[in-house]
């Protein structure tokens, strides 16, 4: 697994690196051989230190924590904690999903450079390619979470189709399907 420490105006020092990699390869190569890569980033917030890992466990899954502490060993520490809490906790749930049942998608959101944001809204610019699984709706709620997103996109494996799950502002689930029909 490829591990990439970066710290935001930080120098994180070779023992801190060390225990760093240690920490975060023992947590998940102990649910997932064979996870690709770790980024893991350290910034300071006012007298803490704050750690956001992100993990692709080669799955199609991307899971994320993050820990904030008055060290940066600590930060690491509960961020550490909370990925094998959630590891723990979805390791029955997940499924292997073979590479044929993924399907690449390109997703391009495009503002012309000289469009002026309307009121305080931000210009949007993006574009990425990501894996379109094929998924149950219980499988993509759990992906969701395990990433730390808002909503998750997916082809709905009952009938192929896009489908759509989000936290609502209640807490509770959302789901959208338009092939749904009644």
């Not at 697994?1 to 105006?9: A, V």
């Not at 997932?32 to 750690?51: I, L, R």
């Not at 060290?71 to 904690?81: I, K, S």
Request: aromatic share 6%.
């Amino acid at each position: 697994m490829q591990i990439t420490l970066t710290g935001h105006q930080i120098d994180l020092g070779a023992s801190w690196r060390e225990y760093a990699e240690e920490a975060i390869a023992g947590v998940v190569t102990k649910y997932f051989e064979k996870a690709t890569e770790a980024t893991v980033c350290v910034s300071h917030e006012g007298t803490d230190f704050k750690t956001e890992i992100t993990v692709r466990p080669g799955t199609g899954l991307v899971i994320s924590s993050s820990g904030q502490a008055v060290d940066a060993y600590g930060a690491l520490d509960e961020a550490v904690r909370k990925m094998g809490r959630q590891l723990k906790k979805y390791k029955n749930k997940m499924v292997e999903h073979k590479a044929d049942s993924l399907q690449k998608v390109a997703v391009s959101v495009l503002s012309a450079p000289t469009e002026e944001p309307i009121g305080d809204a931000p210009v949007i610019i993006a574009e990425m390619q990501e894996d379109m699984p094929t998924c149950t709706v219980g499988q993509a709620v759990m992906q969701m979470d395990l990433a730390g997103l808002p909503a998750y996109l997916f082809r709905n494996s009952a009938h192929g189709e896009l489908n759509m799950v989000y936290r609502r502002n209640d807490g509770n689930i959302g789901w959208v399907d338009p092939n749904n029909k009644k």
